[in-house]
């Protein structure tokens, strides 16, 4: 079974997570002086029921073609973590290490609850603990 990965985030702090991680991108600084910030690529896609049973892995061969081309991806409409898990699979099958935080459910009702990830490429981009 898979590790559930969950950020205890409100969905209003999503703006704030974002600005954070992309400040905190830069892993590669030449030294603690330099002023030097490499640049970092971001998305944000709603990806329409992204659920591992709404994806077969064609399809999503397709979106981690689009997904390689980010440093950090916002990924709104997340239905289930395993098709998250199986895309980041795939990245790594092709020598690309990402890694993600996703939020807890939300919804108005059980058949109507999503999540929020960020997927994020761990050569450019960490997360900071507070």
């Not at 939020?103 to 009702?109: A, E, F, K, T």
Request: proline share 4%; net charge negative; with cysteine.
């Amino acid at each position: 079974m898979a590790k559930t990965k969950r950020a205890t985030f409100p969905v209003a702090a999503a703006v704030l997570l974002i600005t954070t991680l992309f400040l905190c991108s830069c892993k590669d600084r030449q030294d603690s002086t330099s002023p030097h910030i490499e640049s970092i690529k971001i998305a944000s896609w709603n990806i329409r029921d992204f659920s591992d049973a709404s994806r077969d892995d064609e399809e999503l061969q397709h979106i981690c073609n689009i997904l390689k081309e980010y440093n950090l991806i916002a990924i709104m409409e997340l239905i289930d973590e395993n098709v998250l898990i199986r895309a980041q699979n795939m990245l790594r099958s092709w020598g690309l290490y990402y890694d993600y935080e996703v939020s807890d459910p939300v919804g108005r009702s059980p058949s109507s609850m999503e999540r929020y990830a960020f997927l994020y490429d761990t050569d450019k981009v960490y997360v900071v603990e507070p």
